[in-house]
Every structure is written in C-alpha cells, then in structure tokens.
C-alpha cells in the first residue's frame, strides 16, 4: 500500500503566491516520478508539473509561475505557485509512478494518487 498526502491548499488572492507539497509513504520501493495535476468544475484532470525521475516537466499553461521540486530520499515533491489568477482555481491531485510515465503527463500511467487539495484563487 502506498499512501499520497498533499497539503498547502487554501485561499488566495489573485497575485499570491502558494506552495504544494505532497508525501508518498508505505511500500513505495522507489517512486521514480511524482506529478501533479488539477481538475476544475466541469473540465478534464489537466496536467500541471511533474518530476519524471529527475527531470522537471511542466505545462505550457503554467510556465514562468509554477515551478516543480522534490526530494528523492524523503519520497516528497512540492509545487511552487506565483502569480496566481483565478482560472488556477480547482482540486489539486498529486500523483506517484512507480517507472517512468511517458509521455510524463499521461494520468494513466501513475499508479497511486492523493485525496486532492482545493485551490481557490479570488480576484
């Protein structure tokens, strides 16, 4: 079993800036890639960052806020946002791979996933 906590969600203001972070435990053997994704009302999980081993990926909708980290050895990775605007309102999710997904923003290769933390930005 393996277990995926995230936390830092809340409220924020258009402008503000909010940090993610997300924890992995039980029988992970060795999370080799760690994502995060988020899902609005009405529209489809979209893809938002993830470390595929150690290679940052992000999504062009967030690039230049967003920024992706983690640490290998304490199985955690966090999400940086600045800059925030209202339409990054949603549940985020983090997600853990046990391989290698390819390409890194595929949902269905990741095999275990958090509850989601709600994000909502107001303007």
């Known amino acids: 079993q393996v277990a995926v906590v995230e936390s830092g969600g809340g409220l924020a203001q258009a402008g503000d800036s909010l940090s993610l972070s997300c924890a992995a435990s039980g029988h992970t053997f060795k999370s080799l890639s760690m994502a995060w994704f988020r899902q609005a009302p009405g529209k489809e999980r979209e893809f938002i960052a993830a470390?595929?081993?150690?290679?940052?990926y992000r999504a062009d909708s967030v690039k230049g806020r967003f920024s992706i980290s983690r640490d290998i050895g304490k199985n955690t990775v966090a999400l940086q946002m600045n800059s925030l605007k209202a339409e990054d309102t949603a549940v985020y999710y983090c997600?853990?791979?046990?391989?290698?997904?390819?390409?890194?923003?595929?949902?269905?290769?990741?095999?275990?996933w958090g509850q989601g933390t709600q994000v909502t930005v107001s303007s």
């Open positions: 997600a853990v791979s046990l391989g290698y997904p390819n390409p890194p923003g595929d949902p269905s290769q990741y095999d275990y």
């Open positions: 470390m595929r081993g150690s290679l940052p």
